[in-house]
């Protein structure tokens, strides 16, 4: 078994992928990952929905784009998108959805995949564009997005980690 405390420490976002797909099998391993998050009693409130269509992936992007008031792709070019949304009907949905992104975030670096944290899944999700998506799935409820994750093989890896604050960690003993 690999050493969870090592892969959480050298996991690092990506910003910078290369022009190639990601391996359908990989993708799979991430999405299972997601899949087993924790959940509040164990509701499993939260959905993902795997974009690997180009199409579909350049306009979540222009979507984003044009909320956030940007000309550059906020998807970095990554070539997977992995949007996490939840059943705003469960008091502990925001966090279960966050779980799953951690979860996939550090699978993907197990694997030597780059990814990436990307805000603003609400947004995109309250627009005319993604409720066509969440229809276009059949997709029903009370969904709010929390989070993408996208996916990709680094054009440069990462390496090391980054110093953590010196006052992070109160103790009472």
């Not at 949304?85 to 469960?90: E, F, N, T």
């Not at 197990?110 to 990436?116: E, N, V």
């Not at 309250?126 to 799935?137: C, N, P, Q, R």
Request: hydrophobic share 40%; proline share 4%.
């Amino acid at each position: 078994m690999s050493d969870i405390l090592e892969t959480i420490i050298t996991r690092r976002s990506v910003k910078s992928f290369k022009d190639c797909e990601v391996n359908s099998e990989q993708i799979e391993k991430v999405l299972k990952a997601g899949m087993y998050a924790p959940s509040g009693k164990n509701l499993q409130s939260a959905i993902i929905i795997s974009i690997t269509n180009k199409k579909v992936r350049d306009m979540l992007s222009s979507v984003l784009a044009n909320f956030r008031g940007i000309e550059s792709d906020p998807f970095y070019g990554a070539p997977v998108v992995l949007a996490v949304l939840a059943d705003r009907s469960v008091p502990t949905y925001v966090y279960d959805g966050s779980c799953v992104i951690e979860n996939m975030l550090l699978e993907a670096h197990s694997l030597d995949i780059g990814a990436c944290w990307i805000h603003h899944a609400k947004a995109v999700f309250e627009t005319d564009a993604g409720k066509e998506i969440l229809s276009s799935l059949n997709i029903k409820g009370d969904y709010e997005g929390i989070g993408f994750c996208v996916l990709g093989y680094p054009q440069v890896n990462p390496s090391g980690s980054i110093p953590r604050k010196s006052n992070y960690v109160f103790k009472i003993q």
